[in-house]
Antibody, heavy 121, light 109 residues
Framework: EVQLVESGGGLVQPGRSLRLSCAAS????????MHWVRQAPGKGLEWVSG????????GYADSVKGRFTISRDNAKNSLYLQMNSLRAEDTALYYC??????????????WGQGTMVTVSS | DIQMTQSPSSLSASVGDRVTITCRAS??????LNWYQQKPGKAPKLLIY???SLQSGVPSRFSGSGSGTDFTLTISSLQPEDFATYYC???????????FGPGTKVDIK
């Protein structure tokens, strides 16, 4: 079964850091680009960051550029999001999503169930 | 950056109705446009990619059209399980740099 399972969310104070993980199974992880997408409570979807199959191409939304870092470990079938200098507006459900292709410029065909990040003092 | 708009923001419809949702890009994105469905408490689901290609397993009552800046998602005969929020997404920009539309909520009339 193709599956993405996120972990690492929780309650964190403003200015602190958090690292999200996404464990992939059921497909050849290193063939595909991967992405993080977030959704604030009651709001729409916001693409956060994406990484190509070989980490050669990486992109970030302007809202997180310079604070968040995406990475992947193909040997461990895992995707990560290092989030630094967190702000209240980063509070959201964070989804891991699989790209249809390796380059990272296509639709997202598999999604995890998300991990909640709450930034509050 | 490419901005995406959707209209309407919400609509009420009945089972069996034909429903059309419009998505517009702030600049030409060729056919790099995808559509997702999201139900409350669930992850989004890919419906249409590359403007008009139906994702595997998605019912044929869903269809997409358009190119350039203007796109539509059509549900030919609305079913009870189709009440959800629909998002468009552009995948034109590189390096990975995506934008979602604000969403269209379809509820029961």
């Amino acid at each position: 079964e193709v599956q993405l399972v996120e972990s690492g969310g929780g309650l964190v104070q403003p200015g602190r850091s958090l690292r999200l993980s996404c464990a992939a199974s059921g497909f050849t992880f290193d063939d595909y680009a991967m992405h993080w997408v977030r959704q604030a409570p009651g709001k729409g979807l916001e693409w956060v960051s994406g990484i190509s199959w070989n980490s050669g191409s990486i992109g970030y939304a302007d809202s997180v550029k310079g604070r968040f870092t995406i990475s992947r470990d193909n040997a461990k079938n895992s995707l990560y999001l290092q989030m630094n200098s967190l702000r209240a507006e980063d509070t959201a459900l964070y989804y891991c999503a699989k790209d249809r292709y390796g380059s990272g410029s296509d639709a997202f065909d598999i999604w995890g169930q998300g991990t909640m990040v709450t930034v509050s003092s | 950056d490419i901005q995406m708009t959707q209209s309407p923001s919400s609509l009420s419809a009945s089972v069996g109705d034909r429903v059309t949702i419009t998505c517009r890009a702030s600049q030409s994105i060729s056919s790099y446009l995808n559509w997702y469905q999201q139900k409350p408490g669930k992850a989004p689901k890919l419906l249409i990619y590359a403007a008009s290609s139906l994702q595997s397993g998605v019912p044929s009552r869903f269809s997409g059209s358009g190119s350039g800046t203007d796109f539509t998602l059509t549900i030919s005969s609305l079913q009870p399980e189709d009440f959800a929020t629909y998002y468009c997404q552009q995948s034109y920009s590189t390096p990975p740099l995506f934008t979602f539309g604000p969403g269209t909520k379809v509820d029961i009339k």
